[in-house]
C-alpha cells in the first residue's frame, strides 16, 4: 500500500473513490453523489487542484482518500480543514487512515499550516475515537449542523495543532 498525492492527471482516481465514499457512506459527507456526479471533468480537476487530496492505493486501486483544504485569508493560512475522509470497509482497522493523516499532516505542516480542523457527525464514534486517538480535541458541538434526509445531526468541531503545541483554548478539552 502507498499514499499518492493526486495530480491533476489523477482526476480518474480521484472521482473514482470521491463516489465511491459518497455513495457507500453517503451519511458521512455533506455533499451528495449526485452533487458530483453531474460534474464535468474539468470541474473535477478544479475540484482537485483547488484542495490537497491523498489517496491510499494497493497496485492502482484506492482504498482511501483524504483532503486538506488550507484557509486562503493570510491571516487564516495557517488553519486547514481535512475533508472528504473515506476509507474502504476491508481497509478499516488496517492503518490506511493513519498513513493518509500522517501523509496529510507532514504535507500541512511543510507549507505552513500549524492548526488543523474538522466536522464530524456526533454520532460516528469510531470517527471520533480515532481523531482523538490521532491528537484531535472536540473545540466545538454544532446542533443540527447536518441534514440527513430530514433529520438533523449534531457535529464536532475538532481541532489539532501541529507545530508541536496544544493552543490554551485546546488543554484540558473535554473528551
Given amino acids: 500500500m502507498r499514499i499518492k498525492h493526486l495530480d491533476p492527471d ?3 482516481i480521484f472521482r473514482s473513490i470521491r463516489l465511491e465514499a459518497l455513495t457507500r ?5 455533506a455533499s451528495t453523489a449526485a452533487d458530483w456526479e453531474r460534474l464535468s471533468t474539468e470541474e473535477w480537476r478544479a475540484r482537485l487542484t483547488a484542495n490537497t487530496v491523498f489517496v491510499a492505493l494497493e497496485g492502482d486501486q ?13 491571516r487564516l493560512a495557517h488553519r486547514g480543514t481535512i ?3 473515506y476509507v474502504r470497509d476491508e481497509a478499516r482497522g488496517s492503518g490506511v487512515a ?3 493523516l500522517a501523509q496529510l499532516t507532514d504535507h500541512a505542516r ?5 492548526l488543523l480542523e474538522l466536522v464530524v ?5 469510531p470517527a471520533i475515537r480515532f481523531y482523538e486517538r490521532e491528537g484531535f480535541h472536540r473545540i466545538g458541538h454544532v446542533p443540527g449542523g447536518m441534514l440527513d434526509g430530514d433529520e438533523e445531526v449534531d457535529e464536532y468541531l475538532m481541532a489539532r495543532h501541529i ?4 493552543p490554551p483554548a485546546l488543554q484540558g478539552a473535554a473528551r
Fill in 98 to 100: 493513519r498513513q493518509l
Fill in 110 to 114: 511543510s507549507t505552513g499550516i500549524r
Fill in 10 to 12: 489523477d482526476v480518474d
Fill in 163 to 166: 507545530d508541536g503545541r496544544a
Fill in 83 to 85: 475533508i472528504m475522509v
Fill in 62 to 74: 484506492p482504498l482511501g482518500i483524504m483532503g486538506l483544504m488550507r484557509e486562503r485569508a493570510s
Fill in 121 to 125: 457527525r456526533a454520532d460516528n464514534e
Fill in 25 to 29: 457512506e453517503p451519511q458521512a459527507f
